[in-house]
């Protein structure tokens, strides 16, 4: 693949594995192992059964035809807000359960931010047995409650992180902690397409389905398996990874990934990487990150919570560098307004996240037929209450 | 020879470092601990360099980091307030921290301040070991600064050699693979880690780190290794009231004595 990581583990400029010694090992041993259990047969039957028949896949693409009418082109919604769980995390979290079991391990770590990932972390070790702790962080726990209540229920134990801007970026140091204690018997199933390699390639494979359905609906949709454009939004960009993975080497394919900016770019409220953010190291890769001139972390901010994290994974940061994705960014209101017009367009409401990407339609100039995908990571049940404190319902 | 390696041919055994965040317990504590630590008999210092997000430090030194942040400091303070450590520490110093800072001051930079105020080596734990040789090793030769790499019990013996090979100081040995501040097991599988290093024979000397806080840790650690390093345990004291310059040369006797 032409946009894909090379054997050293690095996207142009980007990526690599900037680890402690004490976690050595267990990236070594992933990365000798991932891709010989990944491409086992008795392994990729394991996984395809279990997105079909556990998780629901494919899940649709949907032609919204009032969003379409709107916006004057095809609008094509890919439904991972249908996947078991409520959004695109289960994807990775049924691949890496797969692959924690043939790695013999007896504990599962995660972290998350809004809670859809460890829910869908909670969900796959209840699946298998095997011991769950979620790490989150405490400012999150608060604002997705009921994400929590659903971890719990599931049997994992969440323990809040209560380090820094005490969100996703702490919650994912806690687990880095946790697996440094913890190097033998614990495997991290990290949700998004960041930390070290080789994780941003595994979860960037395990996330491809996404657009792999996509070529293959739209083809049954248009007669055309291309779109002209296809949007999502980013935090760490799993769910854009996933979508763009198939057609990262069609150039003909405009890629647009949402970030949010908060506040407002300029705000201090943001977590617009790209716009903000410089080269650096963040969670074991070398990628674009919101720092200081010293080098220090910034905290970012989003009203989503699984969109307020300071880095993008590293082969975004390549896509960005080289110029092969465009990346934008949506504030707060434009995400929430989109949101409200999704669900009262289409009888859908979507998660926030998935809202910064709807909202950027309204910036967009189409040309009549032209097609677009835009993946639905999400659904907004978890973020109602953030909903209805917006619009006072 | 820098000061580290002059160390090594003179002392031979029990070999006491400390480690302490600059900037912390107060902004401007830096030279005054180091001096206090020389005093005291300590044979180097580690002097921490904060980060934001330090995921190989336990909650003790993670406070540590936040709190001189929160104060202020930052690299290019580090080595002002360093600037005149030569006039009254004569022990080897090191500088420990994280990749993205010195990513940011420029590594060309980092060693060349380094080099003018005194200091003989670095540890950077996230620094892959291919990186280091590419883009580091000349730089921090040129300069005549030491990288220390570190081992755990899970590191393997190919990666022991290659470390043993890329090092010219010393190999900073883990207790056990774990976040700082955790205490030494005193038990068989220590004694059976430390004794398999011991058995490979390596050119560079091992000291031992993490987990290191009392004399019976420092003692185990020195029965099959060069010396060892307190940490947390010594940051911890530094936290608990402000006459703790008056506290350093109890600390470090009741480490070592």
Known sequence: MRYGVNEQGYYGDFGGAYIPEMLYPNIEELRQQYQAITNDASFKAEFESLLKDYVGRPSPLYLAERLSEKYGANIFLKREDLNHTGSHKINNAIGQILLAERLCKKRIIAETGAGQHGVATATVCALKGIECVVYMGEVDMERQAPNVARMKMLGAKVVPATSGSKTLKDATNEAMRDWINNPLDTHYIIGSVVGPYPYPEMVAKFQSIISLETKKQLLEHTGRELPDYALACVGGGSNAMGMFYHFLDDESVKLIAVEAAGKGVESGHSAATTFLGKEGVLHGSRTILMQTEDGQVVEPYSISAGLDYPGIGPQHAHLYKINRAQYVSITDDEALNAGLLVSQLEGIIPAIESAHAFAYLEKMKFKPNDNVVICLSGRGDKDLDTYIKHFGY | ?257
């Open chain 2, 1 to 257: 020879m820098n000061r580290l390696n002059q160390l090594f041919d003179t002392k031979k055994d029990n070999l006491l470092s400390v480690y302490f965040t600059a900037g912390y317990p107060e902004l401007n504590s830096t030279l005054a601990i180091a001096e206090a630590l020389e005093k005291a008999g300590v044979d180097f210092l580690e002097v921490g360099f904060p980060y934001s997000d330090p995921v190989a430090d336990g909650p003790t030194i993670q406070h540590s980091s936040q709190m001189a942040l929160d104060a202020g400091m930052n690299l290019n303070l580090i080595f002002e307030q360093l600037k005149d450590l030569r006039k009254s520490v004569t022990i080897p110093i090191l500088l420990m921290g994280y990749a993205n800072p010195v990513m940011q001051f420029g590594v060309e930079n980092f060693c060349r301040r380094a080099a003018e105020v005194g200091v003989d080596g670095c540890i950077i734990p996230d620094l892959p070991m291919h990186e280091y040789e590419m883009l580091y090793k000349d730089v921090f030769a040129r300069y005549n600064i030491s990288n220390i790499f570190l081992v755990t019990p899970q590191t393997s013996e190919d990666r022991i050699r290659k470390i043993d090979e890329l090092s010219n100081s010393f190999i900073y040995l883990l207790s056990s693979a774990s976040i700082t501040g955790k205490a030494l097991q005193l038990n068989d599988h220590v004694d059976t880690y430390f004794a398999r290093i011991q058995g490979m024979n390596l050119k560079n000397p091992t000291i031992v780190g993490f987990g290191i806080g009392d004399k019976a840790s420092f003692t185990k650690a020195c029965q099959y290794n060069r010396g060892a390093i307190v940490g947390s345990a010594f940051v911890k004291m530094l936290g608990e009231g402000s006459d703790y310059l008056s506290k350093v040369e109890g600390f470090v006797k009741g480490i070592c004595e």
